[in-house]
């Protein structure tokens, strides 16, 4: 018989975690305001790993405050829990709520709560579970666990309590079982022992004291010893059975092998929560490069990991006019005269498919676009943002080498490479053949179009460009890869949404445009809201404007008095006296085109924030 521990999840959907179990659907209940609330996540799955399964714990010390993960974890005696609470406080941030702390807690505090509930404790009888359910609810809607969500520990112990909890709305995104055999179990508990003067507990064989003076004073529990750990272990697993039924039946269950190295145990908890914690809080991605940085399999790579959407807009297109949608029979029309398809109909394509329900729960990677400044702009326009943007950062002479190399095998579609996976045998190397473009000439033409807009469509999404060097082998690429993936999705996406980016050119131009057109006007006391001058304002005629064409000749005699100045400055260089008529002669067209200019641009502009009534009116005067 094997000791039970779970953690259990109970939460909306699954996203596939970074342990390799085996995924199964289930099906979504509906929620509704009913007097009975339902947890949500009727969808249930239960992944059962290998005793044992190693951790690939990818190292990151960001917390992933935005998720506030919601964990429920539970064990038998000495299956390792208090230790992975431990680690998962430390790592998540989360509040670790214990029942039994949280009623010693209330009873020391003289709540209300904890007053009835002392009631019973000191009648020596059990707290009953509405009580507890009360007290663990008060608990829950305190504002450090809104903001970095709980660890519950040691609850619910009973079928009942789970049902309890359901009913009370309390829900979890990821719930842990740890498996340990009977006899390590047996082992640990009898060999501990607590030092009265300190309070550290030791044991004998895995913890054993420092000296022999600490070891004579070290005292055992009366409950420790064999026969009563089999007592409390056969009463847990008197229930844990029913709960571990209950679970099964209908929400996300992880099963793990808990008699390994602590942190090989928590390397596979801290996966399964943050892939529990991402899938509420889905990344959106871009991943860009040369072509033959490794995009391709990057993106294999990507999506195995996170299961997001990869958005590849090559295939919406042929997938649009196969299903003859009208975006699809728009771009067909486009594709059958031999011309590229418009960035807007691909946009349009790229909205559409961000409408899937899949592609809204597990994120997507949209691989390949933008290609272009104008491209990135649609997007955003659009509001398509992505959370990060990866960038595949890889040297011409490499992707040269690994583009020229490339073969394919026309029997069996197989692709190779001359240099990094040659074919096996003569034969099959001599019926290899070449693309068309993949000769260096063209391909180094590829790359120059592709650098020529890499540099502006990365400035477009400012800080969230990370550059990965993609020369390094594919799993050192993807580690990287996840990495910064890791260190995006641990911020709250709140924020990061509202960090300023750095201004695209474009975007630079027309705010100081802006800027120009808004100052002006506030000279004349005119409103500004940030539309066009004609809708910005109204105002009377004879008021500013009229000292705005005023103004005009004012402006236009210094204007042409400073350009009178320099023509003096350069007769002055050639040695010409200062009084030449001749820099007169030279600025007086210039003072006279310009005097009679200037009123009618002032007109102008008061036209723009008036009408023509007022245009007219200005010109007549």
Request: hydrophobic share 40%.
């Amino acid at each position: 018989m094997h000791g039970l521990g779970f953690v259990g999840v109970n939460c909306p959907r699954l996203t596939k975690p970074s342990v390799r179990a085996r995924r199964c659907s289930g099906r979504r209940g509906e929620g509704g305001l009913k007097a009975q609330r339902v947890v949500l996540g009727r969808e249930r799955c239960i992944l059962t790993m290998e005793a044992g399964l190693q951790a690939q714990t990818r190292a990151s010390a960001a917390t992933p405050s935005s998720g506030n993960p919601r964990i429920l974890i539970s064990g038998a005696p000495a299956s390792g829990k208090g230790t992975q609470c431990e680690l998962i406080v430390e790592k998540f941030g989360v509040v670790h709520i214990s029942t039994g702390d949280m009623l010693r807690s209330a009873v020391r505090n003289k709540t209300e709560l904890g007053l009835k509930a002392k009631e019973f404790m000191d009648a020596g009888k059990l707290v009953p579970d509405e009580l507890v359910i009360s007290m663990l609810k008060e608990r829950l809607s305190q504002p450090d666990v809104a903001q970095n969500g709980y660890l519950l520990d040691g609850f619910p112990r009973t079928s009942a309590q789970a049902d309890a909890l359901d009913e009370a709305g309390v829900c979890f995104d990821a719930v842990v079982k740890l498996e340990v055999p009977d006899e390590v179990l047996v082992e640990r508990v009898i060999g501990r022992r607590s030092d009265p003067e300190t309070g550290k507990v030791y044991h004998m064989k895995f913890n054993p004291p420092e000296s022999e003076e600490i070891a004579e004073r070290l005292v055992q529990r009366s409950d420790d010893t064999e026969e009563k750990v089999k007592v409390r272990l056969n009463a847990f697993y008197e229930h844990a059975a029913s709960i571990d039924k209950k679970y099964s039946d209908g929400s996300l269950m992880t099963v793990l092998n808990g008699n390994r190295d602590k942190n090989e145990v928590f390397g596979d908890i801290s996966k399964i929560v943050k892939a529990s914690v991402s899938e509420r809080n889905p990344l959106n991605t871009i991943i860009m490069g040369a072509p033959g940085s490794g995009k391709g399999t990057q993106c294999e790579l990507i999506v195995e990991e996170l299961n997001c959407v990869h958005l590849s807009t090559g295939d919406m297109l042929r997938s649009a006019v196969k299903a003859q949608s009208d975006l699809g029979n728009q771009a067909k029309a486009f594709m059958d005269a031999g011309k590229l398809v418009p960035d807007e109909l691909v946009i349009g394509l790229i909205e559409e498919k961000l409408q899937d329900p899949v592609v809204k729960k597990n994120g997507w990677l949209l691989d390949g676009f933008p290609r272009t400044v104008a491209q990135a702009e649609a997007l955003k326009t659009a509001g398509v943002a992505p959370d990060i943007a990866v960038s595949l950062e890889v040297p011409d002479d490499e992707i040269v080498q690994r583009i020229v190399g490339r073969r394919s095998d026309p029997e069996t579609g197989r692709i190779y490479h001359l240099t990094f996976n040659p074919p096996a045998t003569e034969e099959i190397a001599a019926r290899l053949t070449q693309r068309s473009d993949d000769t260096e000439e063209k391909v180094r033409t590829r790359l120059a179009m592709y650098k020529e807009n890499a540099d502006l469509v990365k400035n477009e999404y400012g800080d969230k460009v990370v550059l990965i060097n993609g020369v390094q082998p594919k799993a050192a690429v993807f580690n990287d890869v996840l990495k910064e993936i890791e260190r995006f999705s641990s911020d709250d996406k709140d924020d990061s949404s509202s960090k300023p980016s750095a201004p695209s050119i474009s975007e630079f131009v027309r705010k100081a445009e802006e800027a120009f057109e808004r100052g002006y006007l506030e000279n004349q006391d005119v409103n500004w809201s940030g539309q066009a001058a004609a809708e910005a304002s109204r105002i009377d005629p004879g008021t500013s404007s009229t000292s705005d064409i005023a103004m005009r000749p004012v402006l236009a005699t210094g204007d042409v008095l400073a350009f009178a100045l320099f023509v003096v400055i350069g007769r002055l260089r050639h040695g010409e006296s200062v009084l030449s008529l001749d820099a007169v002669s030279t600025a007086a067209p210039f003072l006279i085109a310009w005097l009679s200019i200037s009123p009618f641009l002032g007109a102008y502009t008061s036209k723009a924030t008036e009408s023509w009534k007022s245009l007219w009116s200005y010109l007549l005067r």
